[in-house]
């Protein structure tokens, strides 16, 4: 079974923030007082938080109940979207700002497997074969803006940051990429989606008022296969 992906466009946070989380192991200080810093974490894993999700309806809460429901205290993988479409490397009608995306596509008004706009907005893949760990990787941008560094994007189900360019065409990335990603393979800037857990142990039932309204937040936290 194909694994769901996060409905964000239904429940709209006000506030996202994707970023990696990274463990650092003090190597002890010398006797000129610097302290060495050794990165333990293999690269770090994506946390993913939507924060002021605001529930304004009973159909509302029922479906962000439903998903609490799924997510199971945090046993049950998710695909999550990064939410980073301002930052992508939108196209643009000239001088006349930026193209606007055409609507989502889902294939299930809850539980989507498919996710993706309309009509192809960024259209961008992958040009060499890259392995497992790379940390630079080779993108041809079909349709949309040059990359700059700092977008996100992900292959696969699999999400990454772009660092900066190094070379035509040619990207640093972190985190290490979790599995190879051969030529051809789509550079999904358009709604890139990462495999999560929602923090292991909690519950996110919000609080109810008047029967109908509430607020809520929830975090996510990269997951291996």
Known sequence: ??????????????????????????GGTSLS???????????GRWSIEYSDISLNS??????????????NAGTAPVLVPML???????????ARGLMPP????????????????QA?????????????????IKIAMVRGAPITGGERVSFG?????????????????EPPLRAPVNAGTDANFDWPVTLCLAVPGEDWTPM??????????????????
């Open 1 to 26: 079974m194909a694994t769901p992906i996060f409905p964000a466009h239904l429940f709209c946070p006000s506030g996202v923030r994707s970023y990696i989380e990274r463990k650092v192991l003090s």
């Open 33 to 43: 007082g610097v302290e060495d810093q050794v990165i333990i974490d293999g690269g």
């Open 58 to 71: 009973p159909a509302e809460i029922k479906a962000w109940e439903a998903w609490n429901g799924y997510l």
């Open 84 to 94: 980073s479409l301002e930052t992508a490397p939108r196209p643009a009608f000239g």
């Open 102 to 117: 055409s609507d989502l596509y889902t294939d299930d008004p809850l539980f989507p497997t498919v996710t993706r706009f």
């Open 120 to 136: 192809p907005y960024i259209v961008a893949t992958v040009l060499e074969t890259a392995p497992l760990r790379a940390t630079t």
């Open 157 to 173: 189900n699999r999400g990454y940051r772009i660092r900066r360019r190094i070379a035509v065409d040619t990207y640093q990335i």
């Open 208 to 225: 109810i008022e008047l029967g109908q309204y509430a607020d809520a937040s929830i975090k996510f936290v990269e997951v291996s296969e």
